[in-house]
């Protein structure tokens, strides 16, 4: 089996899907010649050409108002925003149109599309190429949400999204594009949107986050287990929907609950997660929810790793859990 990095399982799911079905196109800024800032895209223009993988002008607005009138006359676009950054250009576009469509026309219209966008920190990005702000995306009706962790994932989460009748927002951190490998089967397969995956069995503590988080929570749940604490690591993948079975079932499971994400403490998805928490499983609770996140604040350049959640801070929030 190919041992492949993010950024080229994103590649592979785009190709292949691509390879299957011609009304698929690919539209954003530099992906075509250049294979896209991070190249993601690199190859495919030359692979299916100028009229499938389409180079826009510097206009965020332009690119999701283009792929919106392709998906309503049966194409399937694959838009990327160079970063989750620059997509505010596009908001109102997304979530007053594109996420409408459907209830507006009473299901005659799907807007069948996804929107691709490099997210997050730990690159040195700095405030304007560093952001999370999946919580835009996931309070508004009508849009799925995703954020793959591993390559495996990246692969069969982006298919699952392309097949997808509604529209996708498809966030990829950026910062694991190629610090972290795995391996890719090979051919037709998709990761299941809406379904959460447990990736370590634990007895103490249930630990759910997403994205570039879920490996600082893996080396801390790592360490906790060397200190006797048995952490049930839980990756969210889909965050809009939640699977809420799965987090319930976690914290019947351990009592206690920890979670994890770099996008800002205030009406991040963790305070989601705790209200879901606190309706569906307040019995089983043995401590409090705690959350470990970004803060509410601009993301620093140089303070950057003082912002972001790391092991330290996990582990010491799991401990107390556990011994609360």
Request: hydrophobic share 40%.
């Given at each position: 089996m190919p041992v492949l990095t993010v950024v080229q399982a994103i590649n592979k799911a785009?190709?292949?899907?691509?390879?299957?079905?011609?009304?698929?196109?690919?539209?954003?800024?530099?992906?075509?010649?250049?294979?896209?800032?991070?190249?993601?895209?690199?190859?495919?223009?030359?692979?299916?050409?100028?009229?499938r993988v389409i180079d826009t002008p510097l206009?965020?607005?332009?690119?999701?108002?283009?792929?919106?009138?392709m998906s309503l006359y049966g194409l399937k676009p694959v838009a990327?925003?160079?970063?989750?950054?620059?997509?505010?250009?596009?908001?109102?576009?997304?979530?007053?149109?594109l996420a409408k469509f459907r209830y507006r026309t009473g299901g005659h219209y799907t807007a069948?599309?996804?929107?691709?966008?490099?997210?997050?920190?730990?690159?040195?990005?700095?405030?304007?190429?560093?952001?999370?702000?999946?919580?835009?995306?996931?309070?508004?009706?009508?849009?799925?949400?995703?954020?793959?962790?591993?390559?495996?994932?990246?692969?069969?989460?982006l298919i699952a999204a392309i097949r997808d009748d509604d529209p996708v927002i498809f966030l990829e951190p950026k910062r694991l594009y190629r610090s972290i490998k795995g391996e890719v089967p090979e051919g037709d397969y998709a990761?299941?949107?809406?379904?959460?995956?447990?990736?370590?069995?634990?007895?103490?503590?249930?630990?759910?986050?997403?994205?570039?988080?879920?490996?600082?929570?893996?080396e801390a749940a790592k360490k906790a287990g060397e200190k006797g604490i048995s952490v049930e690591v839980v990756d969210l993948r889909t965050l809009s929907p939640l699977d809420f079975d799965a987090m319930v079932t976690s914290v019947k499971k351990?009592?206690?609950?920890?979670?994890?994400?770099?996008?800002?403490?205030?009406?991040?998805?963790?305070?989601?997660?705790?209200?879901?928490?606190?309706?569906?499983?307040?019995?089983?609770?043995?401590?409090?929810?705690?959350?470990?996140?970004?803060?509410?604040?601009?993301y620093h350049y140089s303070l950057e790793e003082v912002y972001l959640p790391n092991v330290e801070k996990v582990l010491k929030t799991v401990e107390k859990t556990a011994s609360f």
């Open positions: 785009l190709s292949e899907e691509m390879s299957k079905d011609e009304s698929i196109v690919l539209l954003g800024e530099d992906i075509g010649v250049n294979g896209g800032v991070f190249r993601a895209t690199e190859g495919l223009y030359q692979t299916f050409g100028s009229n206009t965020e607005s332009g690119i999701i108002g283009i792929a919106m009138g990327e925003i160079q970063f989750l950054d620059f997509i505010y250009p596009a908001f109102d576009l997304i979530v007053n149109e069948h599309m996804v929107i691709r966008a490099p997210c997050g920190g730990g690159i040195k990005g700095g405030m304007y190429h560093s952001q999370s702000s999946e919580t835009y995306f996931i309070h508004t009706a009508g849009l799925k949400v995703v954020m793959p962790s591993s390559s495996y994932d990246a692969k069969g989460l990761v299941q949107l809406g379904r959460a995956s447990v990736l370590t069995e634990g007895e103490d503590v249930s630990l759910f986050t997403y994205g570039a988080m879920v490996h600082v929570a893996l351990t009592g206690r609950v920890v979670i994890v994400h770099e996008a800002p403490r205030t009406l991040g998805l963790g305070a989601e997660i705790s209200a879901i928490i606190s309706e569906k499983a307040f019995l089983h609770l043995e401590a409090p929810i705690a959350r470990v996140t970004g803060y509410d604040t601009p």
